[in-house]
């Protein structure tokens, strides 16, 4: 009776752990770490959102999409499993992100990591997966430092700030050939973590190189609750153009401010973030007309792209909101992951870093305006590119390249009272 019994158990046991090895086949958990409370809560909102819609659509499928995996079912190469995201909170703080990237790896057993938009944030939770050689699909961060690390296991999908800052002065040069506009005064203002300061750098040496003249370059702590004598060093520059680099508490904060203290430089070129937020409208109303802003994603592209239109109305009849740079991004991410995981055949490690690294997705089965999918040997994905908006009657509008734009850009900028 106690062989018979033994046997028994033994059969049990097997038996269990062929069930929860079959049951652990059914999902593939993807680490996600966004700042979900803090100042930029509504920023991360957004992109998990987009990163949800995603995942469910990999999952239950969306008649008539063109994108890898959109017919729904799960990764058909890995039986059908399904994605499932554990999130993670950073709070902004490098920190946090570290810790629970260490977390989502030793705890939650994910098979990879995407996140975290703040680049600092990216900079120490990226860290964590390296060392734990796990990879990590970075959608939104632009610090162009991220992928000169000589890292294995990250790989990134935006365009960095080195050719973010390249589009702007670019830009400045269509500008005065077309409409004969170039600034004479420029002023730089950034949050003070890694993605503000090298934004700055990056203006700074491009400005002197090209011939503009830099009259003021402000740093301010990152999170701040008044920004008064910031914004009065800047009115004392007399600057005609404001190169702007915050976050969306420091977006609205500034702008406010800047109405306050009756500033209005001819132009403020902003490198997104937190003057991309659908916050940031929400909030200033007509008082955030006028804003430039580079971007990677606009709503007025459908027309180049039916995928746009197609995917955005998904995500607004389910949240309420339309599609900006950074939740489209993140949307991409996750969809570039699911490509590697699925390609790969398999959840080990360094299978999916083969496949990311093997990643070429055409334009065409895209949302975003870039040429593909398809990283160096850094991880940076080398097919993305930037584009230009304004805010023009409440909405983000397209106005360079010139030869997408949908609108004509207005500069100067109306006076506050003139609005």
């Known amino acids: 009776m106690r062989k018979i019994g033994a046997a028994v158990s033994t059969v049990l046991v097997l038996t269990c752990g062929l069930w929860k090895s079959a049951w652990a086949q059914e999902e593939i958990k993807i680490g996600a770490i966004y700042p979900l ?20 659509m990999i999952n239950n499928g969306a008649k008539g999409i063109n994108i890898p995996l959109a017919a729904g079912g799960g990764l058909p190469n890995l039986k059908n499993a399904k994605i499932k995201l554990i999130f993670a909170d950073h709070q902004g703080n490098p920190q946090v992100g570290a810790t629970e990237a ?8 994910v098979v990879a ?13 990226s860290q964590v997966a390296e060392r734990y050689g796990v990879p990590f699909l970075n959608p939104e961060s632009s610090s162009a430092m991220l992928t000169q ?20 002065f670019e830009f400045l040069k269509d500008v005065e050939a077309k409409k004969g506009i170039k600034p004479k005064r420029i002023a730089l203002m950034n949050e003070n973590t890694l993605w503000g300061v090298e934004t700055t750098k990056l203006e700074d040496k491009l400005a ?37 680099s915050s976050y969306l508490g420091d977006a609205i904060l500034s702008m406010k401010t800047y109405k306050e203290q009756g500033f209005m430089p001819e132009a403020i070129l902003a490198n997104n973030a937190g003057f991309n937020d659908s916050e940031f409208l929400k909030t200033l109303g007509k008082d955030g ?52 995981i699925n390609r790969a055949k398999a959840t080990e490690p360094e299978a999916v870093r ?25 991880g940076q994905n080398t097919l993305g590119s930037g584009i230009i908006v304004q805010v023009q009657d409440g909405k983000y509008v397209t106005v360079w390249p010139l030869s997408i734009a949908s609108k004509e ?8 009272d003139k609005r």
């Open 37 to 56: 409370t803090g100042a930029a809560a509504s920023t991360g909102l957004e992109m998990k959102n987009a990163l949800e819609l995603a995942a469910d």
């Open 102 to 109: 260490e977390r989502l790896i030793t705890q939650e057993k």
């Open 113 to 125: 990591v995407i996140g975290a938009y703040f680049s600092n944030v990216t900079a120490t939770a």
């Open 149 to 168: 690390r000589n890292f294995k296991w990250f790989f990134r999908t935006t365009p960095h700030d080195d050719l973010f800052v390249q589009n702007f």
């Open 208 to 244: 002197k190189e090209k011939g503009y003249n830099i009259v003021e370059k402000i740093s301010y702590p990152a999170k701040s609750t008044q920004l008064t004598s910031e914004v009065q060093r800047l009115k004392a520059s007399n600057a005609d153009l404001v190169m702007q």
């Open 289 to 340: 007309n006028f804003i430039l802003s580079r971007e990677v994603w606009a709503l007025d592209l459908t027309s180049r792209n039916p995928l746009i239109k197609q995917v955005n109305d998904l995500y607004s009849q389910k949240y309420k909101v339309n599609f900006n740079g950074n939740s489209a991004r993140s949307f991409t991410g996750l969809f570039t992951l699911a490509d590697a």
């Open 354 to 378: 083969k496949a990311l690294s093997e990643t070429d997705i055409p334009g065409s089965q895209l949302i975003m305006p870039w040429s593909g999918v398809k990283f160096d040997a850094t």
């Open 409 to 416: 850009i207005i500069w100067p900028m109306p006076a506050w």
